[in-house]
């Protein structure tokens, strides 16, 4: 607890520091005041870059992808059944979205976010949508599942496997860590984004080829070029990330036990790249 505590308080220090170029010459310190009425939108709008929205009733100007209502999401709690009391870890939450629509379906989750301020809306999201039994934490999500001894009934990975540096470690772990997993990725297949295609170039010419368990896959290479420098930037902590082949990615769940392999919302034209939501158990 001491140390959860002690990462909020430097995440806040270092956006103070962000905000006061000056404290004692211009008393730009007082521009950290707001003396305004009490809202809401007060805290949206101390941290920039929102990509997701708030439920339309709240009124609330944010960003606009509306993940507290996410299909996806909803899919995934389809197949998986009722969520009552079931233990959830979620890897990367963004903003909170799906993390609010995980409790409201009654699971007690951690959320695992390494955007420092990412990190902040999702505390800003919490205490807007009134979350009482998450608990969002700042850090990397790789080292959780290494260190923490924690089995999950559900681990919820939307968004996140296309931006880890080696997935195929990042899937490993996964599967040690829980029975049952729900992907949403992008994948590379030659059929549906070919090497002529314009989403390629981003991508090394060759693939990696890694052995994984005495499977042979496909590792691409691929870097996000300029996009860090903006504030809506929500991808993963380092500029070199790997996407895997789409039959080789499902090779390496069944390698690792999820015998059961169910595919949902194919999108081969995604303007990123192909991308598929994944639910698999043992």
């Known amino acids: ?31 950290n005041y707001v003396t305004s009425l009490p809202c809401h939108q007060n805290a949206v709008d101390i941290v920039s870059g929102w990509n997701c929205s708030f439920p339309p009733h709240l009124g609330l100007v944010a960003g606009e ?5 996410d299909s996806r999401i909803s899919w995934m ?19 909170g979205g799906h993390t609010f629509m995980l409790e409201e379906a009654g699971a007690e ?16 999201t919490k205490e807007i949508l009134g979350l009482s039994h998450a608990r969002i934490w700042l850090g990397d999500f790789v080292k959780w599942l ?17 931006h880890s540096n080696d997935p195929l470690h990042l899937i490993e772990l996964i599967a040690k860590r829980t029975s049952t997993v729900y992907l949403w990725t992008h994948f590379i297949d030659d059929g ?3 090497r002529s295609d314009p989403r390629r170039l981003v991508f ?41 082949n789409r039959d080789d990615l499902l090779a390496a769940l069944r390698v690792v036990g999820f015998a059961h392999i169910t595919l949902e919302g ?15 158990h043992k």
């Open 1 to 31: 607890m001491s140390n959860m505590i002690s990462a909020h308080v430097n995440v806040i220090k270092n956006f103070i520091k962000l905000r006061t170029k000056n404290v004692h010459g211009d008393r730009e310190i007082f521009g």
């Open 65 to 69: 992808l509306a993940t507290y209502a």
């Open 77 to 95: 709690m389809s197949q998986y059944g009722p969520l009552d009391g079931k233990k959830v870890l979620e890897l990367g939450p963004l903003e």
């Open 109 to 124: 989750v951690d959320a695992v976010e390494a955007n420092q301020l990412a990190f902040l809306r999702c505390l800003i």
């Open 146 to 162: 290494e260190e923490k001894p924690t089995i999950y009934d559900l681990i919820v990975a939307s968004g996140v496997l296309y």
């Open 192 to 194: 549906l984004m070919p």
């Open 204 to 244: 090394a010419d060759e693939p990696e080829i890694q052995d994984f368990h005495g499977v042979s896959v496909r590792t691409y290479r691929r870097t996000y070029l300029d996009a860090p420098i903006h504030a809506e930037f929500c991808g993963g902590p380092k500029d070199e990330h790997r996407w895997l």
């Open 266 to 280: 194919e999108e081969p034209d995604h303007r990123h790249g192909p991308a598929i939501s994944i639910f698999a």
